[in-house]
């Protein structure tokens, strides 16, 4: 892609067997906002917080958890122009599985192909890797599932996880509340209580965003007001 | 133990340096500051208006031919701070997308898809080296058939957001901070209110008071959607009422 002045990879290994653009890459997501998801036995829930650079901004314009299928929703943490890129493709992906194939893409498949695409950028000519890591939520016939996905193109399966600035504080926090028998309600009050952790300021319902996804398998962002809701629960 | 700054390209071109920053984007924005213009946008109840500095640096051009205000469809606006070059490189290919979603889609493009589109394209500048990022921040403005009036800013890294008022360029913070304060309580200005909010906002952050021909004013109105750039005299109008109001 590109180029051909620059058909070669600007991510290459230092002596040490390192790929510091990948390194590097996930330095910019740890100076991200923080974003974090559980997984519960009946569902899974995604937060992240939205820090505008402005009371001037319309926060309603901002949405950082997006719906990629209407069973899968992700968010991130890290740099949001490379994480639009990403949430466009995994749209398209999705779409042609549903093509071909006539049935939603399952969770894995398309974390799979996501991942793939965020590789590519590693190892292509000409261009940097994705500073973005990714927490998708889904729920499929295999159940509730979370997966994060790094910049390298790796991921996992994760029954809690966290990102960003205040990741180390979350995931002890998320460590000693995490039951694998918790239910969607409570993890979301979890997730609440994780954010609030590392909050620099008055949590809302306007500066922080939730998704949720239940046995009804219909992802869904919660409105403002929604959260102001669990916020007085958890108050 | 990470090695250090990738060979020294980390300026050169839009990969990572080792804090993880992009410095070629960082960069650009310090490219749109050194063009020495300072722009505002504010967004009304009804309407958004956009305000900019003309500095025409030499007697001898033709006045006419200095604007950062263009018009991408009849209903959308762009102002553009910053490299005038890069700037017109946007327009152009901003007006070819909004002509072709009109035609492919059979409605115009609403503000915030073309809003996205820029933003996208700028994005591709700070992955791919091949290309460096636009020394541009452009603010696109319209009105949307569902949301009313719409002021979205775009920037060289990538970002965008719908704003309630914004600036850009040399002194933006100071706009900012300014803007901040007088839109504290969400008023919903009404159109002559928008339009002297921008104009003394620049005013106060540039300390000077403007003659008509120093500005450029650009506005849209849910009464009449369409872009249009004011009038020396509409302008000479709307100063008139500030400095009569202080």
């Known amino acids: 892609m590109g180029d051909s002045q620059y058909s070669f990879s600007l991510t290459t290994f230092s002596p040490s067997g390192k790929l510091v653009q990948i390194e590097h890459a996930l330095t910019a997501v740890g100076s991200g906002q923080t974003s974090l998801g559980i997984k519960a036995?009946?569902?899974?829930?995604?937060?992240?917080e939205k820090k505008l650079p402005s009371i001037l901004v319309d926060e309603s314009s901002v949405q950082k958890i997006q719906t990629l299928t209407p069973n899968i929703g992700v968010v991130y943490s890290g740099m949001g122009p490379d994480f639009r890129v990403l949430v466009r493709k995994s749209w398209k992906q999705a779409e042609q599985?549903?093509?071909?194939?006539?049935?939603?893409?399952?969770?894995?498949?398309?974390?799979?192909?996501?991942?793939?695409?965020?590789?590519?950028?590693?190892?292509?000519?000409?261009?940097?890797?994705?500073?973005v890591s990714l927490l998708v939520a889904g729920f499929d016939d295999n159940g509730p599932q979370l997966y994060q996905v790094d910049p390298s193109g790796s991921y996992f399966s994760w029954k809690a996880s966290a990102m960003g600035k205040n990741v180390s504080n979350a995931k002890t926090f998320l460590e000693k509340r995490y039951t694998d028998d918790m239910e969607l309600d409570d993890a979301v009050h979890t997730s609440i209580l994780t954010l609030k952790e590392g909050f620099e300021g008055q949590i809302s319902g306007k500066n922080i965003e939730i998704g949720i996804i239940g046995a009804d398998k219909q992802f869904r962002v919660l409105t403002p007001a929604e959260i102001e809701d669990y916020l007085a629960e958890v108050e | 133990m990470s090695r250090g700054s990738g060979g020294g390209y980390d300026r050169h071109i839009t990969i990572f340096s080792p804090e993880g920053r992009l410095f070629q984007v960082e960069y650009a924005f310090k490219a749109v500051k050194a063009a020495g213009i300072t722009s505002i946008g504010v967004r009304g109840k009804d309407s958004v208006c956009v305000v900019t500095q003309k500095k025409v640096p030499d007697k001898l051009l033709d006045q006419t031919s200095v604007s950062h205000l263009f018009p991408i469809t009849k209903y959308l606006g762009l102002l553009a701070t910053g490299m005038t070059a890069d700037a017109r490189t946007l327009v152009q290919q901003?007006?070819?997308?909004?002509?072709?979603?009109?035609?492919?889609?059979?409605?115009?493009m609403p503000v915030d898809v073309l809003a996205k589109w820029i933003a996208?394209?700028?994005?591709v500048y700070t992955q791919h080296a091949y290309m460096r990022p636009l020394g541009v921040v452009a603010m696109v403005l319209g009105i949307d058939d569902e949301f009313g009036p719409r002021l979205y800013k775009c920037d060289p890294a990538g970002h965008f957001f719908g704003h309630k008022a914004t600036s850009?360029?040399?002194?933006?913070?100071?706009?900012?901070?300014?803007?901040?304060?007088?839109?504290?309580n969400d008023p919903a200005f009404t159109y002559e209110e928008t339009v002297q909010t921008a104009i003394s906002a620049l005013q106060s952050v540039l300390q000077?008071?403007?003659?008509?021909?120093?500005?450029?004013?650009?506005?849209?109105?849910?009464?009449?959607?369409?872009?249009?750039?004011?009038?020396?005299e509409e302008i000479d109008e709307h100063l008139t009422a500030i400095s009569e109001r202080d």
């Open chain 1, 41 to 48: 036995a009946n569902g899974v829930v995604i937060a992240t």
């Open chain 1, 97 to 131: 599985y549903h093509r071909l194939y006539k049935e939603p893409i399952p969770v894995t498949q398309l974390v799979r192909e996501i991942a793939a695409v965020m590789q590519e950028f590693t190892q292509s000519g000409g261009v940097r890797p994705f500073g």
């Open chain 2, 94 to 108: 901003a007006r070819n997308e909004a002509a072709e979603f009109r035609f492919r889609y059979g409605y115009e």
């Open chain 2, 120 to 123: 996208d394209k700028s994005q």
């Open chain 2, 168 to 184: 850009a360029g040399l002194k933006e913070q100071e706009a900012i901070n300014f803007l901040e304060k007088k839109m504290k």
């Open chain 2, 208 to 232: 000077e008071d403007f003659k008509a021909n120093e500005i450029e004013v650009g506005v849209v109105r849910q009464e009449n959607p369409v872009f249009r750039v004011l009038s020396m």
